[in-house]
T-cell receptor
């Protein structure tokens, strides 16, 4: 059972335009959501996160939106740059009990290609 | 601040052997988690350590084990290697004190294990 889904395996965008990456989840116990970017042969790099008490979080060109009722989050990149081309993963963490903070459930990833 | 350091970067082993991978977290980070990334299964949670104790475990056989030392450094061990264990093994660390539960995981660049 895939609890975090990224239904678009790939996305192609022109430089300067907006990139919108989507993610759906099924587990209502998730309360903290993250986006990571990954280049080949490297580990995922943390981009931005949002807790369930918010519906939007911005950091420079990156904005994450959370729609709890739809169990949907999205990452907007504006403007997109060729260096943004990478695999993007969304991840979710359930309400933590005790001191367990390290278990994330990841989506399958979306390959973003930004054309010059 | 140095990032998460994983050694070795690449490893080739034969079926039936065992392997030990090492991870040094970001200075001050006390939680260390391990993930396996394969093309078919994506990023899968293996286990998490905090204060030298395993706090959480994913759905992997007992051949996969780990430990954490008093300086927060961690090792994972895979015994009786199988061809299907070929993967990128990623270590991640986070601050993880109770008051900062929404702190992201920061990943190392991984160890690429090939089992022949």
């Amino acid at each position: 059972d895939q609890q975090v889904k990224q239904n678009s395996p790939s996305l192609s965008v022109q430089e300067g335009r907006i990139s919108i990456l989507n993610c759906d989840y099924t587990n209502s116990m998730f309360d903290y959501f993250l986006w990571y970017k990954k280049y080949p042969a490297e580990g995922p790099t943390f981009l931005i996160s949002i807790s369930s008490i918010k519906d939007k979080n911005e950091d420079g060109r990156f904005t994450v939106f959370l729609n709890k009722s739809a169990k949907h989050l999205s990452l907007h990149i504006v403007p997109s740059q060729p260096g943004d081309s990478a695999v993007y993963f969304c991840a979710a963490r359930p309400i933590a009990g005790g001191t367990s903070y390290g278990k994330l459930t990841f989506g399958q990833g979306t390959i973003l290609t930004v054309h010059p | 601040k140095a990032g998460v350091t994983q050694t070795p970067r690449y490893l080739i082993k034969t079926r039936g052997q065992q392997v030990t991978l090492s991870c040094s977290p970001i200075s001050g980070h006390r939680s260390v988690s391990w993930y396996q990334q394969t093309p078919g299964q994506g990023l899968q949670f293996l286990f998490e350590y905090f204060s030298e104790t395993q706090r959480n475990k994913g759905n992997f056989p007992g051949r996969f084990s780990g430990r954490q030392f008093s300086n927060s450094r961690s090792e994972m061990n895979v015994s009786t290697l199988e061809l299907g264990d070929s993967a990128l093994y990623l270590c991640a660390s986070s601050l993880a004190p109770r008051t900062l539960r929404n702190s992201p995981l920061h990943f190392g660049n991984g160890t690429r294990l090939t089992v022949t």
